[in-house]
Structure formats: structure tokens, C-alpha cells
Nanobody, 120 residues
Framework: QVQLVESGGGLVQAGGSLRLSCAAS????????MGWYRQAPGKRRELVAT???????NYADSVKGRFTISRDNAKNTVYLQMNSLKPEDTDVYYC??????????????WGQGTQVTVSS
């Protein structure tokens, strides 16, 4: 099993910045992709950004140029630097780790979520 612990959410004014962190522990090994998703009440969880263990990144169009995802493989930690925040970025942000289980199988692990609120 893998445990994910998130930190860094909070309340910020529009135009401000926040940095989210997510530390993975437990059975962390092998090929993996870590990322951030967000979800508003009554809506589907949507991708924000992902980063593979080799460093390749992927961003939602809505956050490109404002958010930066990075990782420290030695610490099994992923970060999301969020700049120029907008009220529409208000959501619960969830950390995800997709880890190879071999033979083409993947396991998904989720954090408990951290609230980000951007006031106008």
C-alpha cells in the first residue's frame, strides 16, 4: 500500500500563490506518475498536472503558464506551485500516484485532499 499526505492548501486572494506538497510513503517503488487533480462539489475530478518519474509533465490547458509541477524522487514528494491564482481555481486538490504493478497493470493511490480557496 501507498500513503499520500498532502499539505499547503489554504485561502489566498486572486493573483496570489500557493504551493502544494504531497509525500508518498509505504510501498513506493518502480515506474510511476504523480500528479494533482481537483474536484468541485457535484463535478467530476479533473486533471491539473502530472509528472512522470522520468520528469515528463502534462498540464490542463486552464493552468498552463500559471502552475508548475515538480518532484523530488529521493523524497517521493511531488509539488504544485500555483501562481496567478483565480477564483475558478477554488477546489479540493487531490494528490495521485499511479504506480506500475507489473504485467501492464497499474495501481492508483489518492491523498485525502486539500482545500484551495481563491477569493476575488
Amino acid at each position: 500500500q501507498v500513503q499520500l499526505v498532502e499539505s499547503g492548501g489554504g485561502l489566498v486572494q486572486a493573483g496570489g500563490s500557493l504551493r502544494l506538497s504531497c509525500a508518498a510513503s509505504g510501498s513506493v517503488f518502480g515506474i510511476n506518475v504523480m500528479g494533482w487533480y481537483r474536484q468541485a462539489p457535484g463535478k467530476r475530478r479533473e486533471l491539473v498536472a502530472t509528472i512522470a518519474s522520468g520528469g515528463s509533465t502534462n498540464y490542463a490547458d486552464s493552468v498552463k503558464g500559471r502552475f508548475t509541477i515538480s518532484r523530488d524522487n529521493a523524497k517521493n514528494t511531488v509539488y504544485l506551485q500555483m501562481n496567478s491564482l483565480k477564483p475558478e481555481d477554488t477546489d479540493v486538490y487531490y494528490c495521485n500516484r499511479r504506480q506500475s504493478a507489473g504485467w501492464g497493470r497499474w495501481n492508483d493511490y489518492w491523498g485525502q485532499g486539500t482545500q484551495v480557496t481563491v477569493s476575488s
